[in-house]
């Protein structure tokens, strides 16, 4: 690298410099960054001589290096290719070959050289993994704070259900008559049950209503919403002032499901330990960025929120029912699903879109397998799959006993020593053989953190899924695929447009 640097620099020709002119006729942006390099390599070892004439008491050298490395510093600014670098950068770029050369000439010692870039590299690796970590915290950080103008809107639904005016009491009376008419719907077998299980009122809304747009039958759809104490009233009074009609829409508050209790669910009794709550809210345990644990997406506060479990309670939840499709709140459907509930089975409780590709994706990604419990029981290379978009037969879950596998295996992880908090890898065990592969087209995943999922494979999906930190109601969405999501927000409802606009 230092001879690379020094040899160019020796031979370096600023006649080129034509070629930056943007005013000059054919100009063109050449997807070049050689200069950039080179002008980078030369501020690397201008830093290594400049730290050896230091010790080596050579003011004059010491502070013509760091004039020449302020001024090539300042040629790059912000550029990442050649055609961004100031005009300027080469001649500063010729003037640093020059000083380059006279140090070479005065400290040049091979030994001393290599070791000073040893260090410099070792205090790099060592940046480098310090910003990762923040990095790493500060994502997770933004992607489960509440953004403002959500907020706002819950608020602002929140007032509307508390402080009725005439406009809101006209709503629940006539949310009161469609409640009455839809209470038998509500266990119709004949009809096409969702379950959703959310806290985001923004986010629930565009799962029902980029469903019901493309259902083919809109008035045989019915929606099961679960919510939580805090964000029942704004849930609940979304849908009374939008409703999806002719859809039918049922909100609910989980604190109202008396059998959720911690002498029946394993995980609500865990989440209520002691040890728990050390694991999350203590700065000394082992999973703190502190101390350098890559795990920090396992201590997500979602996994502390029972409706990230109720997917394990469905036959509990809707007793009445035989099928019910679950959908995840960061999902968005672009296809009529109800042919979903044709599909047959075979006798299989939980009907799925695998996403093992290759060697990604599979049990060993998941579980455990040191422990003899995991390796036991289950094959390393068996193909995972999604949660996000599932159809579960509930008379087999019944007669299986899934929620009873569920407790049995939730039990043995008190000590997270299967599987680190998370709901798929006890999906994964409970359902194990028990899961129907459905063809890939009904569910499409990724768009929450990978930028390079296939856009016909988007365009095409029934389903596509958000999952990752990128959330598409977030700043850190990645923006080509925020559109498939953004184009079922509601923009005529005033609270939108007030909180919305608002922050704009």
Known sequence: MRNVATDRSRNFSNKVRASYNIWRPGFHHTNTDSTLRLMKDQIIMAKVYATIAHSQKQPDLYVLLMTCIKQSQEGIGDAHMDYKLDLSALERAKAMGHALSSARDVLYNSGEVSRRLRVMLQSTELNIDSVKKQNSFLVQHAAKTVPMPLHCLHMQLTTDYHFRDGVVKEYFRDAALKEEEDKAKREDRSLYHYAIFSDNVLAASV??????????????????????????????????????????????????????????????????????????????????????????????????????????????????????????????????????????????????????????????????????????????????????????????????????????????NEDRKLWKLDTLPPGLITFYNLTYPLNRTWHVLGLGYDPSVDLVEIENAAVVHYNGNYKPWLDLAISKYKPYWSKYVDLDNSHIQRCYMSEQ
Not at 247 to 264: C, G, P, Q, R
Request: charged fraction near 25%; aromatic fraction near 14%.
């Open 207 to 412: 799962v029902v209503r980029s469903t019901v747009t493309h259902a083919k039958e809109p008035e045989k759809h019915v929606f099961h919403i679960v919510t939580d104490r805090l964000n029942f009233a704004a849930m609940t009074m979304w849908f009374i002032s939008n409703p999806p009609l002719p859809a039918t829409v049922h909100v609910e508050n989980i604190d109202n499901f008396k059998w959720l209790n911690s002498s029946y669910c394993s995980v609500l009794r865990q989440l209520e330990s002691a040890r728990l709550k050390e694991y999350y809210f203590k700065a000394h345990d082992p999973s703190s960025l502190s101390d350098g644990n890559e795990n920090l997406k396992y201590r997500n506060p979602k996994y502390l929120s029972m409706l990230n479990h109720l997917r394990f309670y469905m036959p509990e939840i809707h007793p009445k029912l035989d099928k019910i499709l679950f959908l995840d709140d960061d999902v968005v459907v672009q296809k009529d699903l109800t042919p979903l509930w044709d599909v047959d089975l075979k006798g299989i409780v939980n009907g799925a879109v695998e996403t093992c590709k290759e060697s990604f994706h599979r049990f060993n990604t998941y579980l455990n397998f040191s422990h003899p419990k995991i390796s036991e029981n289950f094959d390393p290379h068996a193909c995972g799959w999604a949660f996000g978009m599932n159809m579960f037969d509930l008379k087999e879950w019944k007669k299986q006993n899934i929620t009873g596998i569920y407790h049995y295996w939730q039990d043995l």
